[in-house]
Each structure stands twice: as C-alpha cells, then as structure tokens.
C-alpha cells in the first residue's frame, strides 16, 4: 500500500489546514489509519487515528479539541482537519495505515511520505 498525504503548507496562528491521505489504486476502508508528526530535533508523535471496524476516534492530548480525523464515505481518503494552528504544530505530517484495530505507530504495517506544515507567528 503506497501512502500519500497532502495538504501541508505555510499559515499563520490561528489559521485552518486540512490534511488528505490517500492510497495508490485502492481504498483505505480496510485499514485502520493514524496521523503521526515530527518537528525537527524531535520525536515523533502520535496526533490522530481512526479504525478501520468502529470508526472510533483518538487524539494526541496537544491537539484535542482542534484537530479532526475522518474518512470519506467510500474510505477512499482520510483527512486531518487542523483549527486553530498553533507554531507547535509545525512539523512534517505523516499518514500511516494499518491492518488492524490500532493507531499506535507500532502497529502501523504502511507509512506515507509526509506533508511539511509550518505554522508562523
């Protein structure tokens, strides 16, 4: 499964992003799918997942309450709405898919090139 997210760019504080993941020939409806990031100089961190049977939710605590993980009703793409853009979320943006109920990276089978997001006071 090759990976591909897209949407990253430059904002200002307090602006909105909306981040896409995609898969090359086929859907996503099978996989349980997680946003991860990486700042430089960091590790990476867990920001957003959703499963693949239940469709449930789970956030990074530092995103909770501004970020919006969701599909498609053909599970065909994954998005990560981001409000409210804070410099702290500058980083490279990940999406990564699994096949299995999880959305923790070690459970991650597939990973996508990421999308660079930049934040600017």
């Known amino acids: 499964v090759q990976l591909q997210a897209s949407g990253g760019g430059s904002v200002q504080v307090g602006a909105s992003l909306r981040l896409s993941c995609t898969a090359s020939g086929r859907t996503l409806d099978n996989y349980s799918m997680s946003w991860f990031r990486q700042a430089p100089g960091k590790e990476r961190e867990f920001v957003a997942g959703?499963?693949?049977?239940?469709?449930?939710?789970y956030y990074g605590d530092s995103v909770k309450g501004r970020f919006t993980v969701s599909r498609t009703n053909a599970k065909g793409t994954v998005y990560l709405q981001m409000n409210n853009l804070k410099p702290e979320d500058t980083a490279v943006y990940y999406c990564?898919?699994?096949?299995?109920?999880?959305?923790?990276?070690?459970?991650?089978?597939?990973w996508g090139k990421g999308t660079q997001v930049t934040v600017s006071s």
């Open positions: 990564a898919a699994s096949q299995w109920s999880t959305v923790t990276a070690s459970g991650m089978d597939y």
């Open positions: 959703i499963t693949w049977n239940t469709d449930s939710t």
